[in-house]
């Protein structure tokens, strides 16, 4: 066994007064179909794709929305042990999963994987990499933390200011460094679109709010706060347009 995760799951955390309207527009934008409620109060589902193991869960929380990630292994004390050697802080326990923070505050658990699962693509837009939005006071340690609790290496493309950690058949990770200084990490999901003028069109008419269109992804708020991408990557492959 291994300390690296198996599998990573991308919990979108949804002020509960919003979960019912975020559930729909999450499932009708993926295409994938809403589990059975589950937790003590009934609190988050998963998205089932048609094919392929699910990673994307949508949870309601008291709170503001965000994200947090599931890092699934089947050796969970040897993860913790990593992660923490790595940098990582204890924050609470939840039954028997150990809650954690990267050295710049991103919360992420620790669980245990099923099977063995595969992210599967069908050519269709697809939320397929989860974007760390890391202030520059922590940039290089966040880097680093996530390579190495992820086994993955740092790819840096035509722009510095993103890292790239890709597995192939499992959820990417990216790292843009922001302009601000100081704050904790945070986190938005990333869908790949070949048409991303479309997309855009259709996720406002289906609640979305249009935020920003910039030269290769537009940032868009779903119902419930969360703030997420449609990028010019091919849904086929999650590459960048052209590569």
Do not use: N
């Not at 939005?133 to 993103?162: I, K």
């Amino acid at each position: 066994m291994t300390a690296r995760p198996d599998w990573i799951q991308l919990f979108l955390d949804t002020p509960a007064g919003a979960y019912e309207e975020a559930v729909a527009f999450w499932s009708a934008v993926t295409g994938w179909t809403p589990s059975e409620r589950r937790g003590e109060d009934g609190q988050f589902l998963t998205l089932l794709p048609p094919a392929g193991a699910a990673y994307v869960k949508v949870q309601a929380v008291d709170g503001s929305a965000g994200v947090h990630l599931d890092l699934d292994s089947a050796d969970r004390p040897a993860a913790v042990a990593r992660a923490h050697e790595l940098g990582a802080t204890s924050a609470w326990t939840h039954h028997d999963v150990e809650v954690m923070r990267s050295p710049g505050g991103l919360v992420f658990c620790h669980t245990l994987v099923d099977g063995e699962p595969s992210l599967v693509r069908d050519g269709a837009t697809i939320l397929d990499q989860v974007c760390l939005d890391v202030p520059a006071a922590h940039w290089e340690s966040e880097v680093a933390f996530w390579s190495g609790l992820t086994g993955r290496g740092v790819q840096v493309g035509s722009l510095p200011q993103f890292a790239r950690l890709v597995e192939y058949g499992r959820l990417r990770i990216l790292l843009q460094r922001l302009d601000e200084s100081e704050g904790p990490v945070r986190a938005h999901p990333d869908l790949a679109t070949a048409d991303r003028a479309r997309d855009a069109e259709e996720h406002v008419r289906l609640g979305a709010r249009l935020e920003r269109v910039l030269d290769h992804w537009t940032v868009l708020t779903a119902p419930g706060g969360q703030v997420y991408c449609l990028t010019d990557r091919d849904p086929s492959t999650g590459l960048a347009a052209g590569v």
